[in-house]
């Protein structure tokens, strides 16, 4: 799954993680090769870059954003970068957290009474973020009802409609990790009962506080605006379909390739915004006092050998992304798809 990833060290060699960030043209050939390889003649494509310590070292564009008008993708095309979009999330409740307005102890009830009312074990902002609250997935629960969610146009307080009939959790909070988109949907009707602003509206600012202009959860797809890249699938042939979807907070966020960047010059303390520095490195790191390694504010841990990452991965049909972190070198890789052909980036998951 994050094999291309660690193609890509290889190929960049110990001299440029160790802080030689000219690349040479051998170098850039065999990235170009690794990101195009999936980007036929006349086909959607990607866009993807390489950050380190605060500089991009690589940056390709490949393919049509649109091809019925066969726009190009380009830095300021915007992509729905999925579950990527948690880490926003979580640091929209972090900002809420700094200023007081909650704690991350707090029982979600406390603004949800109406949430599993029988239950005695305390639900807390904090398993919703690491994913050990036990409150099962919205979309396997529609799916178990007969709905195909993507036919649909359902928004978060049907989320919440749907969750407040379930009288039970999947297990006691705090005992298990299991990934529940939501658990993020939640979160951002959190952020709206606190803030008294929609999530779309609190966001938006903290987009632009972080100078990332062109991204923000949609959560009225008939508002999206600026140059999408249209998302296919290939069935013989390229085929595209109509995104009506509501429901923020777990996904539905869409950015660029540049505001992205821009984000990993701010996780590798680099660049401006009217964010402190130790929040977001705050947003980085595991849960403090959380016995669950694998999962934080919106990331994924791992280890590869003794190289340590960051990361998440999202998907939503043919769009797909991954932003993948290497802290001990402070560098980062992030890529947006539009095609349901690359068959090398990531997993689904809610398709």
């Given at each position: 799954?994050?094999?291309?990833?660690?193609?890509?060290?290889?190929?960049?060699?110990?001299?440029?993680?160790?802080?030689?960030?000219?690349?040479?043209?051998?170098?850039?050939?065999?990235?170009?090769?690794?990101?195009?390889?999936?980007?036929?003649?006349?086909?959607?494509?990607?866009?993807?870059?390489?950050?380190?310590?605060?500089?991009?070292?690589?940056?390709?564009?490949?393919?049509?954003?649109?091809?019925?008008?066969?726009?190009?993708?380009?830095?300021?095309?915007?992509?729905?970068?999925?579950?990527?979009?948690?880490?926003?999330?979580?640091?929209?409740?972090?900002?809420?957290v700094e200023k007081k307005k909650?704690?991350?102890?707090?029982?979600?009830?406390?603004?949800?009474?109406?949430?599993?009312?029988?239950?005695?074990?305390?639900?807390?902002?904090?398993?919703?973020?690491?994913?050990?609250?036990?409150?099962?997935?919205?979309?396997?629960?529609?799916?178990?009802?007969?709905?195909?969610?993507?036919?649909?146009?359902?928004?978060?307080?049907?989320?919440?409609?749907?969750?407040?009939?379930?009288?039970?959790?999947?297990?006691?909070?705090?005992?298990?990790?299991?990934?529940?988109?939501?658990?993020?949907?939640?979160?951002?009707?959190?952020?709206?009962?606190?803030?008294?602003?929609?999530?779309?509206?609190?966001?938006?600012?903290?987009?632009?506080?972080?100078?990332?202009?062109?991204?923000?959860?949609?959560?009225?797809?008939?508002?999206?605006?600026?140059?999408?890249?249209?998302?296919?699938?290939?069935?013989?042939?390229?085929?595209?379909?109509?995104?009506?979807?509501?429901?923020?907070?777990?996904?539905?966020?869409?950015?660029?390739?540049?505001?992205?960047?821009?984000?990993?010059?701010?996780?590798?303390?680099?660049?401006?915004?009217?964010?402190?520095?130790?929040?977001?490195?705050?947003?980085?790191?595991?849960?403090?006092?959380?016995?669950?390694?694998?999962?934080?504010?919106?990331?994924?841990?791992?280890?590869?050998?003794?190289?340590?990452?960051?990361?998440h991965e999202g998907a939503t049909?043919?769009?797909?992304?991954?932003?993948?972190?290497?802290?001990?070198?402070?560098?980062?890789?992030?890529?947006?798809?539009?095609?349901?052909?690359?068959?090398?980036?990531?997993?689904?998951?809610?398709?």
């Amino acid at each position: 799954m994050r094999i291309i990833f660690l193609s890509i060290l290889t190929i960049l060699s110990y001299s440029t993680v160790l802080g030689q960030t000219s690349l040479s043209a051998k170098q850039i050939e065999l990235l170009d090769g690794i990101a195009t390889q999936d980007v036929p003649k006349n086909a959607p494509g990607i866009a993807t870059a390489i950050i380190q310590d605060g500089r991009v070292i690589y940056e390709k564009y490949a393919g049509f954003a649109d091809l019925t008008d066969s726009t190009l993708i380009k830095n300021s095309t915007r992509f729905n970068i999925a579950s990527n979009g948690k880490q926003f999330t979580a640091l929209a409740i972090l900002s809420l957290v700094e200023k007081k307005k909650l704690k991350l102890t707090d029982d979600i009830r406390k603004w949800f009474p109406n949430l599993y009312p029988n239950l005695m074990d305390k639900i807390s902002v904090q398993s919703l973020l690491n994913h050990s609250s036990g409150i099962r997935d919205c979309y396997d629960l529609w799916s178990l009802q007969g709905y195909t969610w993507w036919e649909n146009s359902f928004n978060n307080y049907d989320v919440l409609t749907l969750i407040e009939k379930q009288s039970d959790l999947n297990f006691k909070p705090d005992t298990k990790y299991l990934y529940s988109n939501t658990n993020y949907i939640l979160l951002a009707l959190l952020v709206e009962k606190v803030t008294k602003k929609t999530f779309a509206q609190y966001t938006n600012e903290m987009f632009r506080q972080l100078h990332m202009p062109n991204t923000s959860f949609e959560s009225d797809y008939t508002k999206i605006s600026g140059q999408i890249a249209r998302a296919y699938f290939n069935f013989d042939t390229w085929t595209t379909y109509n995104w009506i979807w509501n429901v923020v907070g777990d996904g539905n966020i869409f950015s660029t390739l540049e505001d992205q960047i821009q984000w990993e010059k701010l996780v590798q303390g680099k660049g401006n915004s009217a964010f402190s520095n130790k929040l977001i490195a705050q947003s980085q790191k595991l849960i403090e006092g959380s016995k669950f390694s694998n999962y934080g504010y919106g990331l994924e841990f791992g280890k590869y050998k003794d190289l340590s990452y960051r990361f998440h991965e999202g998907a939503t049909g043919a769009w797909k992304a991954t932003a993948i972190r290497f802290p001990q070198n402070n560098m980062s890789i992030v890529t947006l798809t539009n095609t349901g052909s690359q068959s090398h980036t990531i997993k689904r998951d809610k398709w």
